[in-house]
């Protein structure tokens, strides 16, 4: 006999819910999962008073309870969970062995070249036909070149298709060219992967960089812009002054009234705020 949610054979058999046999230690988690979840209803939500009159008297609402929901539907829940872990577990081994057969060059069938020279990088051309470009989808017979790219770049780039994923030196590096690529041939993923690293990372030192990224990407949300923006106003006389932002003014003058504009914003709600 096996537990209904981890499948462990059951040397302790808790009380059977509605035809499901359950070990002590998913038993104990499940308990648990109640408490937890009770805690939060009580700690996180409002619970607003209901007045069906619109007057002020009102009946209070009792905070729901997840144990008045059943011990069996957690239970349940439980299951689901584990379901989704272990679907995704398969689609990493899946992705492991694309990752795999692009490390090893196993059936590829096209040559891909940097840019800015450097040798070209073999890969499979179903895998470059998601990407939103006609030099990838009408791809000669045996190479293409993705120009925007030099060779590390083009690397990390193909690694991500691969696997999903890029180990964090590879990311810090060559995140801003890999968020122009994935702006380029739309690809949401990569997108929003170099985002979240970009919104980690911001500091003085690089947010006129991402500023200008964020500007020149056509797909890309407003938070990584107005973040970057309201960043930089706070930091307004560190960045000002420092040996990057002349040349960004030179380069990027419509950035740079913005810049301006969102300052002298700033200053007035101070000014109104501490009046």
């Known amino acids: 006999m096996e537990c209904s949610i981890c499948a462990v054979p059951l040397f302790i058999l808790r009380n059977p819910i509605l035809g499901y046999k359950i070990c002590e230690a998913c038993y104990c ?31 209070v609402c009792p905070p729901p309870n997840s144990s008045s929901m059943g011990f069996s539907n957690v239970i349940r829940w439980m299951k689901k969970t584990k379901e989704k872990e272990e ?17 090893d060059q196993i059936h590829t069938d096209i040559l891909v070249k940097p840019g800015t020279g450097g040798p070209p990088i073999p890969a499979h051309r179903a895998l470059l036909n998601m990407l939103d470009s006609d030099g990838c989808k ?3 017979r045996e190479a293409i070149t993705i120009p925007e790219l030099n060779y590390k770049q083009l690397e990390a780039l ?16 060559h995140c801003c060219a890999l968020l122009k690529a994935a702006d380029t041939y739309e690809i949401p993923y990569l997108q929003k992967f ?9 500091n003085s030192s ?7 990224i964020s500007d020149t990407c056509s797909n890309l949300s407003l938070s990584l812009k107005d973040t970057a923006l309201n960043f930089i106003v706070k930091n ?6 420092s040996p990057s932002f002349e040349d960004f003014a030179l380069k990027n003058p419509h950035l740079s009234v913005q810049i ?16």
């Open 29 to 59: 988690g499940a308990k648990n999962l109640i408490t937890l979840v009770d805690k939060y209803n009580a700690n996180h939500l409002d619970h607003k008073s209901i007045d069906k009159n619109g007057g002020e008297n009102a009946v």
């Open 87 to 103: 679907e995704l577990n398969e689609k990493v081994v899946f992705l492991g062995r694309l990752e795999n057969a692009f490390k």
């Open 138 to 140: 009408l791809a000669p």
């Open 158 to 173: 193909l690694e991500f298709l691969y696997s999903g994923t890029l180990a964090q030196t590879k990311l810090e590096k």
């Open 194 to 202: 170099c985002e979240r690293q970009m919104l980690a990372s911001l």
């Open 206 to 212: 690089n947010a006129l960089e991402i500023l200008h």
């Open 236 to 241: 307004m006389e560190q960045i000002a002054f």
């Open 260 to 275: 301006i504009r969102a300052s002298l914003t700033d200053i007035k709600n101070k000014r109104l705020n501490s009046s």
